[in-house]
């Protein structure tokens, strides 16, 4: 080791004793330095480093003039080289006119002196690779408003104007202009709307739909959501009709089964659109169907033995499933061949034919987790993100299917919700009163955001380009601006933030009367709310916070 002193250096060479700094210390009797006595040095000191500091790039004219030195010298070359060589399936003296316009162009971009050199040599000059962009392109400027977008489409000149408008911008527009209406949707069956009032008597209880837990658009006019009441319902929005799916039961009866249904928690969409994964009657099985005809494919089994909370498709064939026994499952979905419901063998249709059964690829338990909540998959780089509800976020190898690291998150309460951006650059992670913007690449927080309005949880959670929806527990909407980093404001009313105050949808009002006040103000929580595909349509949907109450809400905003 080197020591380094006021006179000599005992390393090679020397070092004077004005490039040695001493070190700073306070004179206590605990920690006192010997007069002379100066630290190891090995090498020069480095610069310190900011934590963010910006280099400043070349000027654009050096840049311009480099470029215009090395493309006059390439040509140089590639005009000597095919001088001295010349073209051997040419005609001597023959010129096309594809040779007489690069000739023309090279004589333009040709200083004066070198004129004639250029035209001497213009026969030799290949057409160039690059296409020349028309007029209008090169010469006029160009309009980013969307009325000249539309006119020009209109007029049928949009095929000359590589133009587009971005997804966002007719959400965007719509919710700082108010004009997103509420159209609430009633769930309720026929029966049950005539006895609204209070001689509705608890036999009806059972068919009440209760709690819309999650949801997704199948096509522009067709809304798929499952229920804590174990129902899979499908509304029409053309003619306003709803329907009930049947859910996936296979003949075999089990050892333990479930006193009460546990609920659809999960509805997830493939990425080709052609196959709808959900959970079976009792929420512990993986229920496939075929879209868009709803049409069963086949049923998972022996996997988790509680309820599962959530799906996750990797591609259109593989998915993992997370539940309450803190286990994760991977399964592979065969491209089973198209079949109806009932088999075409004389079987009566109120005995349902039995379904293909299939069993998980691997089963591994989630160290760390408590319940796994919520699970994504990253495409970007190649993850499958799980929450778990003891506020951990757990990272797995979709190839090997193993866990790999798992990370604190910030809050700690009612962590229920996980989504990411559509570039996968970002996730959010809703809790009680907050939601987190994590970095994917290193999982720490990135900004912890407050809810808007205080006292209120965040339940769900979704990216729509820019914008980040947030449903919370008192039947408000909030929109973050990804862009601005705040809360999106209204440009009618300057400074207020945009929000969506949801109705009171419904309540069972036995259910009601002893655990709410009369006349109390009610809103519900929501649970679930999705796009459709041109960004105009949000269905939102949930109900009461309370376990012991019954109801629903349920509505589309456009």
Known sequence: MAMVTTQRCRIRGTLPARFVQKRKTRGSSFSRQRVGHYPVMHMEPDHKID????????????E??????AAAAAAEAELVSAGNHGSSGRRRGVITPQEVDVSAAAAERQPAGDADGAAAAGANIDPPSAVVKPFFQRCLPISYNVTDYIVARSLGTSKYMRLSVSDEY??????????????PISLMPSTLRQHRGPSATASARPTVVDKVFCSQWLSNSKIIMGTKCNKIKLYNTDNHSLYSIPQLVHLAPEANPPITPHGVYTIKLNPSKTLMATVGHLGRDVAIYRLPNLEPVCLGQKSHTEGILDLCWLDDDFLVSGGMDRQMALWRVDNYQ????????GVDEDTEPPLPVISPLRIKKCTGADKVRAVIFNERNSEIVSLSTNAFLHVWDPERFYQKISRKLPHAMENVCLTQKDDAS???VGSKSHFTLLDPRTLHHVKKVSARINGCSVKSL????DILTIGTAVGAILFYDMRAGKYMESTMNSGRAVMLKCSRGFVHLEEAAMELMPNADYSPTIYTHCYDQSGTRLFAAGGPLSVTLRGHYAGIWR
């Open 462 to 465: 979704s990216f729509h380009r």
């Open 338 to 345: 198209q079949r109806s419901y009932f088999n075409d063998l």
């Open 51 to 62: 934590d963010f500091m910006m280099y400043s790039e070349p000027d654009e004219e050096e």
């Open 426 to 428: 970002l996730y959010a």
């Open 64 to 69: 311009e003039e480099l470029d215009a030195a």
């Open 170 to 183: 007719g959400t965007r527009h719509m919710l700082t202009t108010g004009m997103f209406k509420e159209f």
